[in-house]
C-alpha cells in the first residue's frame, strides 16, 4: 500500500473483517470511523452509517455519540507506532462492569500511521491481575478526570482566554509547558486540565512539590514513569542543578512535561538556580497566568464555582469589598475563605476575612480640602499684608519685597479687597 494514501482507499480488507467474531473497528488517521464490522455493529447499537459520523476523540461535545467517541478514543502512543490495549468503561458505565479491553493495532507508513485496526474484548467481570485499581479506583479516577475540564476556565478577562487557548494547544501536541504565576493563580489545576483534555487522559497524571521532596524522590518518581503520561513539577528551580539537566536529557518523549513558577525563570537562570538546559526543554510553550486582582470581572463565576455549585446571594457591598481586596493568595485564598464560612447561601460583610472587612472601616473625619484657587488667594493676601507691614505701607517697598511690579500690585490689592494701608506710595 501506497503510505501516502489512507487505508480507507483500499477496499479488499472488508469482506475478511466482517467474518470477524469479535468487534473490529477501523479508524483513519485522523481518528474517523471508517469501517466497522457486524459484532461491532451488535455490540453497541450502531449501525454503519451512524458509526462513519464518529470521530473517536474525547472532545466530541454535543456529539449524540460522544460517549462512544471518547470509549474509542486511541492513547497518543498509537500515533507513535505503538499497539496499545487500554480498558475502558462501557459507555454508559461510569466504573464499569461491562469494560471494552482495546487492542489498538496502527498500520504504519513511511512516517506515521496511516490508520488503526481495533478490536474490543468485553469483560463482564474484572479479572484479578497485579496492574488493577482497587475497587472504587476507577470511579474516583473518572470523577477526577471530568473535574478538570475547560469550563473550568471561562472567561471574560482577555488574559484568561488567551490562556484557554494556549493550553487548548498544549493538550492537543503533549508539548512541554511552562506555567508562570503567583502563589495560588491555578498553575496545577491548568495541568491537571491539560492532560484531562488530552488524548492522555487515560494515562495517570503527577504533580511533584520540588521544594518539599528529596530530589532523589523526584528522580526515582519520573524514572520508573510507568503509566504516567503527564509530570506537574511545582518550583523545578529548587532541585539541584545537575539533577535538572539529567532529567532535560532522559525524560522518556511520551511524557508530558508541566512546570510551574512562581518566580521568574528568567531571574532563577541569571542567578544560576535554574539549568539552562532543563529551561528550553521544559519552556517550550510559556503560559502566564494573571492574580485574582486582574479578574475581577470573573468573581461571580469562580465564587459560584468554589462554592462547589452552591447558589450564593452576595450583595453590591459585598462584592466591591471582596473585588477591592488584596487577596495574596489569590484563587487558594478565596477557596480557604469559602470552605470555612457559615453554610448560608447569603454572604454578608460580617463573614469577610477581617483584612477584606477593614477597607470597609472609615478612615478619620479629614476636612476637606478648600479649592486651590481659594487657596492661592488666602495666601497671597496674606503675603501682601506682610510685605504693606514691613514696608510700613509703602506700596513700592511692599512691590520691591514681593519681587512685583507696583502696578501688578494694586490690582491684585484691589482684587482681593485689601484696604490702602494709609502709607506712602
Keep these: 500500500m501506497d ?12 469482506s475478511l473483517f466482517r467474518r470477524g467474531r469479535e468487534p473490529l473497528f477501523v479508524l483513519n488517521r485522523r481518528r474517523r470511523i471508517i469501517f466497522v464490522n457486524p459484532a461491532w455493529e451488535a455490540l453497541t447499537q450502531v449501525t454503519p452509517t451512524e458509526a462513519r459520523g464518529i470521530t473517536c476523540t474525547t472532545r466530541e461535545i454535543g456529539h449524540a455519540r460522544a460517549d462512544l467517541a471518547a470509549a474509542l478514543a486511541p492513547p497518543a502512543e498509537v500515533f507513535a507506532g ?10 454508559g458505565k461510569d466504573g464499569g462492569p461491562p469494560w471494552w479491553d482495546i487492542d489498538f493495532l496502527p498500520v504504519l507508513g513511511d512516517d506515521r500511521p496511516v490508520g488503526i485496526l481495533a478490536r474490543i474484548h468485553v469483560v463482564s467481570e474484572p479479572e484479578p ?16 478526570i471530568r473535574r478538570f475540564s475547560w469550563s473550568l476556565w471561562e472567561s471574560s478577562v ?15 501536541t503533549g508539548c512541554s509547558v511552562a506555567i508562570v504565576g503567583s502563589l495560588g493563580t491555578g498553575k496545577q489545576m491548568l495541568a491537571r486540565t491539560i492532560h484531562a483534555e488530552s488524548p492522555r487522559r487515560e494515562s ?5 512539590e520540588c521544594d518539599r521532596l528529596p530530589p532523589d524522590a523526584v528522580r526515582a518518581a519520573l524514572k520508573q514513569a510507568g503509566n504516567i503520561g503527564l509530570v506537574y513539577l511545582a518550583n523545578p528551580a529548587s532541585l539541584p542543578r545537575d539533577l535538572q539537566v539529567e532529567l532535560a536529557r532522559s525524560l522518556p518523549a511520551r511524557l508530558q512535561l508541566v512546570v510551574g513558577f512562581t518566580t521568574d525563570p528568567a531571574a532563577e537562570i541569571r542567578e544560576g538556580r535554574l539549568a539552562e538546559e532543563f529551561w528550553s526543554v521544559a519552556a517550550t510553550m510559556v503560559i502566564q497566568l494573571p492574580r485574582l486582582v486582574e479578574r475581577s470581572a470573573d468573581l461571580p463565576l469562580l465564587l459560584g464555582r468554589l462554592a462547589a455549585g452552591k447558589s450564593l446571594h452576595i450583595s453590591n457591598e459585598v462584592m466591591d469589598l471582596i473585588r477591592s481586596a488584596d487577596w495574596p493568595g489569590n484563587l487558594d485564598d478565596l477557596e480557604r475563605w469559602l ?7 447569603t454572604i454578608d460583610v460580617a463573614e469577610l476575612p477581617w483584612a477584606v472587612r477593614q477597607s470597609s472601616v472609615p478612615s478619620a473625619v479629614v476636612p476637606p480640602l478648600p479649592p486651590l484657587d481659594e487657596l492661592l488667594a488666602q495666601v ?13 505701607g509703602n506700596k513700592q517697598k511692599a512691590a520691591n519685597l514681593l519681587g512685583v511690579w507696583r502696578p501688578r500690585l494694586l490690582r491684585r490689592m484691589e482684587a482681593l479687597k485689601i484696604t490702602d494701608a494709609g502709607g506712602p506710595d
Design 3 to 14: 503510505p501516502a494514501r489512507d487505508i480507507a482507499d483500499d477496499g479488499r480488507w472488508p
Design 82 to 91: 505503538q499497539s496499545v490495549q487500554v480498558r475502558r468503561p462501557a459507555p
Design 129 to 144: 491481575s497485579k496492574s488493577m485499581m482497587p475497587t472504587g479506583w476507577g470511579e474516583i479516577r473518572v470523577t477526577a
Design 158 to 172: 482577555p488574559a484568561v482566554r488567551r490562556v484557554v487557548t494556549q493550553a487548548r494547544l498544549a493538550a492537543e
Design 204 to 208: 495517570t497524571c503527577v504533580a511533584l
Design 339 to 345: 470552605a470555612t464560612r457559615a453554610t448560608g447561601t
Design 380 to 392: 497671597e493676601e496674606r503675603m501682601i499684608r506682610l510685605a504693606l507691614a514691613r514696608s510700613g
